[in-house]
């Protein structure tokens, strides 16, 4: 058979490409409960986005099927296997600061611009038109080929939970909606919640502290999980050290220790204020979080004893601990990288039940069941049960596995570059798969634009993902 040269037949439809996806970049595809409805439970701007892509797989001559709005597939090909193609029609709210509009979908210096560009309704239709790619050239297959649309990948991903207790789990598959070359692995992702009640902290006993210099009326550090905090407010009762002197030990406290921050006085109160620096939580060694900066400098007062129980637990255990040393969970994997430990929210009040929010993500060589049980552990003595809201286990697939050479040398043969495989402590669809890995769209050397203002990608790119997706669901499905 001919040599199929993938960039020229993706160039070939490259205006109909691009006016497809300026398109479906305009429809406002944000979750929006208001207008949530049986077969749109997550609003009408994200069923019309879900509708249109649908009706441009439908056009090409896939067969489609609704799943009650909350995800729907596209199919074409016939045998027994199935690979899996999954992506999202939902974006994250557009915010401000735009320098275009941000459902414009312009084209700006060589960059289509706007919310979902390149997360991911972008690299859905690239996808999709490598498929159109593939069946118009009539290329003979031996599997099936089915596109897995969701709708809430950017909230609860209560769509691809939904689609796959019902429909059929692809043999194999991927997701455009990461990095090139390719994500095999994927770190365990847990959101956890360390609670202490105030009936808890006095069946620990303790005895009553002496000479306190002030109470802790509340402490509140961070809005989520997954994020270090970048503000911190504690409030303070003075005891036996008067406002002024609470006020100036802090402030000796942040010029000594390069920090930011401000004390206001008021009403009899000290109010502590911290800044941070916030990073995503899969790597909070990057950030300064104001939340365990601020423990740590009332952990050097004298606090009364529910206070003290509860900065004294944060500073040991989490103040700057960013891979659990502390706790006795510090783990490093060769191939996944470290356990990594976010502590994204805290909050502490008097009378009220004193919580941290915490983000653990850990390798596969580590089993949750043994690091769990010694956070549990040191959480007891403080007087805090440990709660799981969430919790993701490790995703890898084999790199010898054919899904994973295969798009290996493809990527090799589109760019002329070694693809090299890639493991992160972050979550893609791909882990929705029992056998799934992410795939592209964005470049190495590329910045990455999802969720910022002026998200874009480059048009360029987008021609040729298209053409290595192309090439990539022939190469699988042949």
């Known amino acids: 058979?001919?040599?199929?040269?993938?960039?020229?037949?993706?160039?070939?439809?490259?205006?109909?490409?691009?006016?497809t996806t300026q398109a479906f970049l305009r429809i406002k595809s944000v979750l929006d409960p208001a207008t949530a409805r049986e077969g749109a439970p997550f609003g009408e701007g994200i069923r019309e986005a879900l509708d249109f892509a649908l009706g441009v797989c439908e056009k090409a001559g896939m067969t489609i099927k609704d799943v009650g709005g909350y995800a729907a597939h596209a199919e074409f090909g016939q045998g027994a296997e199935l690979i899996g193609i999954l992506s999202h029609v939902d974006v994250v709210p557009e915010g401000d600061g735009w320098s275009t509009p941000p459902y414009a979908a312009e084209i700006v210096d060589g960059r289509l611009v706007a919310r979902g560009a390149i997360d991911d309704k972008g690299p859905t239709m690239a996808a999709i038109f490598a498929a159109k790619i593939v069946m118009e050239l009539g290329l003979p297959l031996s599997k099936r080929v089915r596109f897995i649309l969701g709708t809430d990948e950017e909230s609860s991903w209560q769509c691809v939970k939904t689609y796959f207790e019902a429909e059929e789990m692809p043999t194999m598959g991927f997701t455009p909606d990461a990095d090139f070359p390719l994500i095999y692995a994927e770190k365990g992702l847990t959101d956890l919640t360390l609670r202490q009640t105030v009936e808890a902290f006095q069946r620990l006993g303790l005895s009553v502290a002496e000479n306190v210099q002030a109470k802790l009326v509340s402490l509140q550090a961070g809005l989520r999980m997954n994020m270090v905090p970048d503000k911190g407010v504690a409030i303070?009762?003075?005891?036996?050290?008067?406002?002024?002197?609470?006020?100036?030990?802090?402030?000796?406290?942040?010029?000594?220790?390069s920090l930011t921050g401000e004390v206001v006085e008021k009403d009899g109160f000290v109010q502590l204020h911290m800044e941070g620096v916030s990073v995503h939580?899969?790597?909070?060694?990057?950030?300064?979080?104001?939340?365990t900066e601020l423990t740590h400098f009332l952990q050097s007062l004298v606090l009364d004893g529910r206070g003290a129980a509860y900065v004294g637990f944060a500073d040991r255990y989490l103040y700057r601990q960013h891979g659990g040393e502390a706790l006795g969970i510090a783990h490093v994997d060769e191939e996944m990288g470290a356990l990594t430990v976010n502590t994204g929210v805290l909050e502490y009040e008097a009378d009220k039940d004193a919580l941290f929010r915490l983000n653990i993500r850990y390798p596969h060589s580590i089993s949750f069941e043994n690091w769990s049980a010694l956070l549990t552990s040191h959480g007891a003595e403080a007087g805090f049960v440990l709660e799981v809201a969430e919790h993701l286990t490790p995703h890898r697939v084999d790199p010898q596995h054919p899904l994973v050479t295969t798009l290996q040398r493809v990527y090799t043969e589109q760019t002329g570059e070694e693809a090299g495989i890639i493991a992160i402590g972050g979550a893609t669809y791909g882990r929705s798969l029992d056998v799934g890995v992410a795939f592209g769209p964005l470049f190495p050397g590329r910045a990455d634009s999802a969720h910022q203002r002026d998200e874009h990608i480059l048009v360029d790119d987008l021609i040729k993902a298209t053409a290595i997706y192309a090439q990539a669901i022939y190469e699988l499905a042949k």
């Open 236 to 257: 303070l009762e003075p005891v036996g050290l008067e406002s002024h002197a609470i006020a100036e030990r802090y402030r000796q406290h942040l010029q000594a220790n």
């Open 1 to 19: 058979m001919t040599t199929i040269n993938w960039l020229e037949e993706t160039n070939k439809r490259k205006e109909d490409l691009l006016s």
């Open 281 to 291: 939580g899969m790597d909070p060694s990057k950030g300064v979080n104001a939340g």
